[in-house]
């Protein structure tokens, strides 16, 4: 053991217990609790462009503390842990087949002021740890700021996203199905709408991946 090492043992991130140097960053017990979590259904409905949602596990307690420290802290190094439960989320859902990747975007100024974009991060590591390579397709973006969705009830959030993201140029989804990443969704009103521009693009089907989803006991 190295004196950085010794200084800065590798943790959990969630219990924080210390792990050996090498491990992804999350201890067994977490890793089992998590999983025990995992939610996935198929959405139906007339009107929804989403097909289905796949969340890892609620949005409560260390759980939320890792993902606001990976999201706000910095905690970069977390995208290990958390695209291995995506990987796994995504496994126990069924491994529906999907052409491309794409993350929720943010706007210019809000990644300049962050310096990153967390899910765009999340969705670069999904790839690697799924073992494809060149899937991971960035073709919306967000062309208004919107308020944050957390202070605003079920209707006010659909009409704060409208028309806030589009399809870039040269983006060609025409009869793909899409993988859709986020960090934590709630009513689900960001990815319904990205996967309404997906849709209107061509899309043939969209599919969400999240870490976390409100809605938990605690
Ligand atoms: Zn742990």
């Known amino acids: ?6 200084l800065f043992p590798r943790q959990c991130c969630i219990c924080k217990e210390t792990l050996r140097q090498n491990a992804p960053y999350i201890c067994p017990a977490c890793k089992k609790s998590l999983q025990s979590q995992t939610a996935h259904g198929f959405i139906e409905g007339e009107g929804t462009h989403l097909d289905r949602l796949i ?12 993902i606001k420290a990976f999201k706000y802290y910095g905690r970069l190094y977390y995208k290990v842990p958390f695209a291995k439960l995506l990987l796994s989320a995504y496994i126990r859902s069924g491994s529906e087949e999907f052409d491309l990747l794409v993350s929720i975007p943010s706007t210019l100024l809000k990644r300049i002021k962050r ?19 060149s899937i991971y397709s960035p073709v919306l973006k967000k062309i208004r700021k919107t308020k944050n969705q957390a202070e605003l009830t ?9 028309g806030a993201f589009a ?12 993988l859709l990443i986020d960090d934590v969704t709630t ?6 709408e ?7 693009g061509g899309a043939a089907r969209v599919i969400a991946l999240t870490l976390a989803k409100t809605g938990g006991r605690g």
Do not use: H, P, W
């Open 154 to 162: 079920g209707e006010e959030r659909q009409e704060n996203l409208k």
């Open 115 to 133: 310096g990153y974009n967390q899910t765009e991060i999340l969705a670069k590591e999904f790839e690697r740890a799924v073992g494809r390579s």
């Open 187 to 192: 009513t689900s009103s960001t990815l319904e």
């Open 55 to 66: 969340s890892c596990a609620y949005y409560k307690d260390d759980f939320k503390k890792a």
């Open 194 to 200: 990205c996967a309404k521009v997906l849709k209107r």
């Open 1 to 6: 053991m190295n004196l950085l090492q010794y």
């Open 167 to 178: 399809l870039k140029k040269d983006a060609n989804v025409s009869g793909k199905t899409i």
